[in-house]
């Protein structure tokens, strides 16, 4: 797996589509469902942190 972390952008969740990944039987859409696993989104974080030149101790969150 790989990110594209140097190229920030922001986007509504209104204005984003499910994967399709075909049909089934009965011919309803299927998606693709995949969720990111907790450590696999902070590496992501601490990337585009990195390529933006914020420190990583930026994404946590303070007591």
Do not use: Q
């Amino acid at each position: 797996m790989w990110a594209k972390c140097d190229k920030v952008t922001v986007a509504s969740f209104k204005r984003l589509n499910l994967v399709r990944v075909g049909k089934s039987r009965e011919g309803k859409r299927l998606y693709n469902h995949d969720i990111l696993a907790a450590e696999r989104l902070l590496e992501i974080r601490k990337a585009v942190a990195r390529s933006i030149g914020l420190p990583e101790s930026m994404l946590t969150k303070s007591s």
